[in-house]
T-cell receptor, first 110, second 114 residues
């Protein structure tokens, strides 16, 4: 059974608007959460992370929110730009390894 | 500083052939990882090496072997390739700088098994 779920395979947003990507996880013992971004024909690149002791972390246009009681993680991108079009993977830290969701493809139109 | 490098970038194999995917990192990281990415499946961990001299199975290890040659290099071997191993393979290394943990990925190896 999937431990990390990204239930929306795709999301389309207009330039300048907010993009919200969601992620749910099953195990309350996970204590570190990350978002990765992946362009076609490239490896994933780290975007932003949050530890379980926080509920929000910001880095420029990117903000990650953590709701531990709901076991829910979200990534907000404001304002969205066409260059943000990519696949976004949610990942959780589980000891030495990371467990990834299946990804959400974000398309930002100008 | 090249980060994580992988060779080859692309490979075509026939069923039953063997090959080794190479990975190297120059960031002095202890932990290294091999993932495969398939359409609609996200990234799945094949094997990892928490430190030089150790290796452990991940979620999908069957059909693969690994070698942690030294701190820099972590190779993935397919002894007898099968069409189900057609995928994109990513190597990663792990940084624990400060309190922030992240994994840095290579550009990937695209493998087609006919």
């Amino acid at each position: 059974d999937q431990q990390v779920k990204q239930n929306s395979p795709s999301l389309s947003v207009q330039e300048g608007r907010i993009s919200i990507l969601n992620c749910d996880y099953t195990n309350s013992m996970f204590d570190y959460f990350l978002w990765y971004k992946k362009y076609p024909a490239e490896g994933p690149t780290f975007l932003i992370s949050i530890s379980s002791i926080k509920d929000k972390n910001e880095d420029g246009r990117f903000t990650v929110f953590l709701n531990k009681s709901a076991k829910h993680l979200s990534l907000h991108i404001v304002p969205s730009q066409p260059g943000d079009s990519a696949v976004y993977f949610c990942a959780v830290g589980a000891g030495t390894a990371l467990i990834f969701g299946k990804g959400t493809t974000l398309s930002v139109s100008s | 500083n090249a980060g994580v490098t992988q060779t080859p970038k692309f490979q075509v194999l026939k069923t039953g052939q063997s090959m080794t995917l190479q990975c190297a990192q120059d960031m002095n990281h202890n932990s290294m990882y091999w993932y495969r990415q398939d359409p609609g499946m996200g990234l799945r961990l094949i094997y990892y090496s928490a430190s030089e001299g150790t290796t452990d199975k991940g979620e999908v290890p069957n059909g693969y072997n690994v070698s942690r040659l030294n701190k820099r290099e972590f190779s993935l071997r397919l002894e007898s390739a099968a069409p189900s191993q057609t995928s994109v393979y990513f190597c990663a290394s792990r940084s624990l700088a400060g309190k922030q943990e992240t994994q840095y990925f290579g550009p990937g190896t695209r493998l087609l098994v006919l």
